[in-house]
């Protein structure tokens, strides 16, 4: 999200969609992964109901090793604020 967009909204209603459908087509839970690093993209994820399972994994970029870690939602929990 670009800089300016950040505290619009635009995220959480986004998330909030996505969410819906994703309930309203018989999911019964979502996984994402996250940059273990990325501390504000964390909170947003947690203040959406998804919370780390414990799973973390790294890719190479650019010769480097950027770890991330899963979070995962049950569906029908409180949705997106």
């Known amino acids: 999200m670009a800089p300016e967009q950040i505290g619009t909204g635009a995220g959480r209603a986004l998330m909030a969609e996505t969410l819906t459908r994703a309930a309203a087509d018989g999911f019964p839970d979502l996984a994402l992964w996250v940059l273990k690093e990325n501390a504000p993209a964390r909170r947003f994820y947690e203040r959406a109901g998804f919370r780390p399972d414990g799973a973390e ?25």
Do not use: N, Q, T
Not at 62 to 75: H, I, K, N, T
């Open 57 to 81: 994994e790294s890719f190479e970029a650019d010769g480097a090793l950027v770890p991330e870690v899963r979070y995962v939602r049950a569906l029908g929990g409180p949705a997106a604020s």
